[in-house]
């Protein structure tokens, strides 16, 4: 199974960037889909994650300006991040969960600046 992020970069601080994880492999049934980001030396966090019903679920820092969708069809799970702050600067990860364990893609920088 291989997960890939695409969409990381540089953005200014109230920008936007949209990330996207394909996921290839032999994959079973993908009951979640998420993603998380770390910073140098601290522990690595989940920001959203979406249930195979399609039921959203987000880290409070990002509730409201962050949207995590999903297509089934493609195995791709998304990342709309708005009004993102210097604060949201991170390697971000995309990971998945099926009936037969949990997989992580490579992470994606995102760094926001002036």
């Known amino acids: 199974v291989q997960l890939q992020a695409y969409g990381g970069g540089w953005v200014r601080p109230g920008g936007s960037l949209k990330l996207s994880c394909a996921v290839s492999?032999?994959?079973?049934?993908?009951?979640?889909m998420a993603w998380y980001r770390q910073l140098p030396g601290k522990q690595r966090e989940a920001v959203a994650l979406?249930?195979?019903?399609?039921?959203?679920t987000y880290a409070s820092s990002v509730n409201g300006r962050f949207i995590i969708s999903r297509d089934d069809a493609d195995n791709t799970v998304y990342l709309q991040m708005s009004s993102l702050k210097p604060e949201d600067t991170a390697t971000y990860y995309c990971?998945?969960?099926?009936?037969?364990?949990?997989?992580w893609g490579k992470g994606t920088q995102v760094t926001v600046s002036s």
């Open positions: 990971k998945v969960v099926d009936t037969k364990g949990p997989y």
């Open positions: 492999g032999d994959i079973a049934r993908i009951l979640v």
């Open positions: 979406i249930t195979s019903g399609g039921k959203p």
